[in-house]
């Protein structure tokens, strides 16, 4: 524990057991270290998500054996992909328990091995230092990961542990000017080009050099579909973001004859579909990487604009905040709230899945702000983030946006919200349905339609409806609903006023 | 699905998306297949548990990738100690998507590889039948374990597809002649004998056949700390269970020189603990299996005690309920008032952890019952084995003990239960803390105090409390507070009373 506060970590998201009872008491050893408690493991994983984003440093986990791990591993799989650099410690059985095969006994490293990060086990209480830092390291080398420590109760309880030396972080990569220069020619060639950014570039420095780059070259600028941590705001220039359906993407990047890609990956389907590409750069259109996940995307894209636009400056959006709507809330209407009354700093946690198409148009002009969103597409990210954000950022205002989907996967997110008294306005977007999969059965022509006596009710979530003021009353957070855009605005501005944790059940239509 | 539910499956417990639109879409072209949606997959999988468990049929759950596998996985862990037959299906990208690595690409095998048990991936239409027949012919092969069949969206989408064929169900493996002759020598020794009973010899004719067999040899009779379904109650011999606590188990080991098993495994400590053996059969004592898991233990006991006991008669439990008691709830009482009011024919889901100690002995008189236990350990077992026990058995009254600690790890189990108007009484023990772990601190007498900034706060659920009855109105069913025994037992009868689920919060003391 001393290993990882010497590294920077200074929480640890929690839900331990006997296994780890050692390391929960050494934590009390060390200074500066702070348990947060979770109900539920996935809580645990998404808070380390979202506290990693918004304070730029590792956050810690600690998860009891391989069920509870296991429990935890969806959002990882989100912090994963968003880049997150977590330090995930899971408490295992000593190894000569091991092979008595007790109930919670499981094979820990393969679902370390799942996320595709590094994993390690120290054998005695000699290795754990060394591991911690070794694990640390790679949890925080650009672009981040999520870098798993099992701990056997024994190499915690017994005597003889060494505190470990933390490598000094690394910076992201440099982009080489061979690459600079080559993509610099794209730009020139005058042939239609798409340029998309994502990861480190969606934010102020990147985004001013995309704009200024498109705005002298002609080249359209895409942002990629899910953002780890999106600047968005006043001030700052907005682009389209990549669609979720591919038939829209392709529309998106029609006709382009290169697809330059910075912080960003490749464009593909989300989702496979019958007769559409996996891949969607356009055929017959070369592919460009400015800058490799892991590489300094923002820089290279900086220096790319200076190269190209040394004149030309960004397009930023001007303070237009939407006009205050009225009446029942709509799709577009409560982003229209949103919008209009963002306050100041803010964080907004973007889980709105299929409710939430106008958001980004509605909070352009609102003043800047951060945007998380769930970058790995497996839904329930959204409170525990909000958790974690605040967390991070106790000053600051975290609006937690959650699909009424999404919110019942990590539910207790709201209990952990209420301990701490954290600064979050939940807005649950509750339209009694799993949207996004009603939209998902128009897409596929040749499935059977929603009136199927299976089909249809495993995509329902009317009967019966769900009373998240209730559940949020539960765990101690006060709570109210919202039909109309003025009770909407009333409540969220009232939240946002107040300290501590909010919840607003928002009803709106489903798509259709 | 057509493979499926000619081999018996009937119910499939879903959280679906979008690579699983087609197999939702069959579902509706095969007659008497059910879906029962669950809002997070740890219910999913929890209820085929319960599910298989009281039906003695396979039940099949319905999974989104590799992210939603992950959130069930926990309690098919569970499942697989409790050796309950799942067909655990779960959507894929395309092989020919997943190269481009979306979002939620991720390697599915390594999860269910992670169960130990049978792992399938159809590459095509044509091969979906025949891998689905096998899934289930490792589901249901005794003693029965959890078997993944990985689909790929395009092995759903295309035409093509095969009805596989189910193979028939085998027998458990009969237990040899040579095997029950050797035993039998054992247990004439005269020297001091355990039988440690398990698995399918917790029921009826292994229970009675037990007892004989102690009443005439000897031996002490032990039940394994766990069953996946015990029957219990009047009319039935009762055994005392293995403790969680190692240094209770070797006192009640304590002398034997024999251990026999049946059913059941060797005695382990459940956690390893310092100068604490991890095998609990004592040093000199010899082990003998019996009956081996997948072998037939209850058929083994009968032809033991057939020999050893042909005059004995099982000693069973006269019909002695506890009076009801009164006054503040105390962790022997709330066990008095379900003991005295528990129905006829009545499935007791026990996750009471640290606070059902007293339920045994209280319940023994009650009517005959079945009561299924979390088998591997990991907490959250508890609400969604109701569910997938209610909707094996809507006739029975299931009774659902759970601490309040489990309830949170998959709280949204009470959704379906009043979706599906399940007749379920919960009853949560509330006590306000991981009493369990709590406990633990004591029992590691080289960790530090409960005063501790970060240690005691990682065990408390006290800060802020929560509203279990304000949870269950919100999730649509009617709850209610006990503190005092009459006020449980005057809830307790309603509840049962009553079609469709109800819960109560029942506030005791935590152990100390």
Redo the contacts between chains.
């Keep these: 524990m001393r290993t990882l506060a010497d590294g920077g970590v200074e929480v640890v998201f ?1 839900n ?4 780890e ?2 390391m ?2 050494a ?3 060390v200074p500066n ?3 947060v ?1 979770t ?2 493991e ?1 809580v645990a994983t998404g808070a380390a998500d979202g506290y990693a984003r918004i304070a730029g440093k590792p956050a810690a986990t600690m998860l009891h054996l ?3 791990f ?2 935890g ?2 959002n990882l ?2 912090s994963r ?1 968003a880049n997150s650099p977590v330090v995930s410690i899971v408490g295992d ?2 190894t ?2 091991n ?6 006994t ?2 820990i490293a ?2 370390g ?2 996320l595709r990060g590094s994993v390690r086990r120290p054998e005695n209480a000699a290795g754990t230092g060394t591991d911690a830092a070794a694990t640390l390291a790679a949890a925080v080398e650009p672009p981040g990961q999520v870098a798993t420590v099992i701990v056997p ?2 190499a915690s ?2 005597d003889g542990g060494v505190v470990g030396t933390p490598a000094a972080g690394k910076p992201p990569q440099p982009v080489t000017q061979d690459v600079i220069a080559r993509i610099a020619d794209v730009l020139r060639s005058g042939e239609p080009t798409a340029l998309i950014i994502g990861g480190p570039a969606v934010r102020e420095a990147g985004l001013c050099a995309a704009s200024r780059i498109g705005a002298a070259t002609g080249a359209r600028v895409l942002q990629e579909l ?1 953002s780890n941590r999106l600047e968005h705001g006043a001030d700052l220039p907005t682009f389209p973001r990549l669609s979720f359906f591919p038939d829209q993407t392709i529309k998106q990047l029609a006709g382009v004859k290169h697809v330059i890609t910075a912080g960003a ?2 464009p ?5 579909y ?1 007769d559409v590409p ?2 969607l750069v356009p055929e017959g259109a070369q592919s460009h990487a400015l800058a490799e996940t892991g590489q300094d995307a923002a820089a290279a894209l900086v220096q790319l604009a200076d190269l190209l636009a040394p004149d030309t400056s960004a397009d930023v959006d001007t303070p237009q905040r939407p006009t205050m709507p009225s009446g029942p809330l709509t799709l577009k209407s409560w982003t229209e709230v949103v919008g209009a009354l963002l306050p100041e700093r803010a964080i907004i946690i973007d889980e709105t899945v299929s409710s939430g198409t106008a958001l980004p148009a509605a909070t352009a002009g609102a003043p800047r702000h951060d945007v998380l969103m769930q ?4 839904m ?1 990210d959204g409170l525990p983030l909000a958790v974690g954000a605040a967390v991070a950022a106790p000053d600051r205002p975290v609006v937690a946006l959650v699909a009424d ?1 999404c919110a ?2 990590t ?2 997110a709201l ?1 952990t919200q ?2 701490e008294q954290l600064n979050i306005t939940n807005v649950i977007l509750n339209n009694h349905a799993y949207g ?2 009603r939209a ?2 128009g897409y ?1 022509t ?3 339609g929603p009136g ?4 249809n ?2 995509f ?2 009317a ?9 949020a ?4 957070i006060p709570a109210s609903l919202a039909t109309t855009a003025e009770e909407l605005a009333e409540q969220f501005s009232r939240a946002i006023a107040e300290p501590g944790p909010h919840l607003i059940q928002a009803v709106i239509p489903t798509v259709t």
Tied chains: 1, 2.
């Design positions: 929690a331990a057991g006997t296994t009872m050692h929960v008491g934590m009390d050893a270290l702070r348990g408690l109900l539920f996935g391989g069920p509870g296991a429990y591993l969806t799989h989100n992909r059985h000593p000569y328990h092979v008595y095969d007790s109930p919670l499981s094979d393969a679902l091995g799942w109760a024994d309880w017994n899910y990956k490749e593909v389907a989300f989702f496979a019958p996996s891949c970058c790995g597409g497996a329930g989907g019942m996967y539910l207790t209990w209420a301990r996004i999969l998902e059965w596929f040749r499935s059977p199927d006596p299976n089909a009710p495993l329902d979530l009967h019966p409806t769900i009373d998240y003021v209730k559940l009353q539960g765990f101690g």
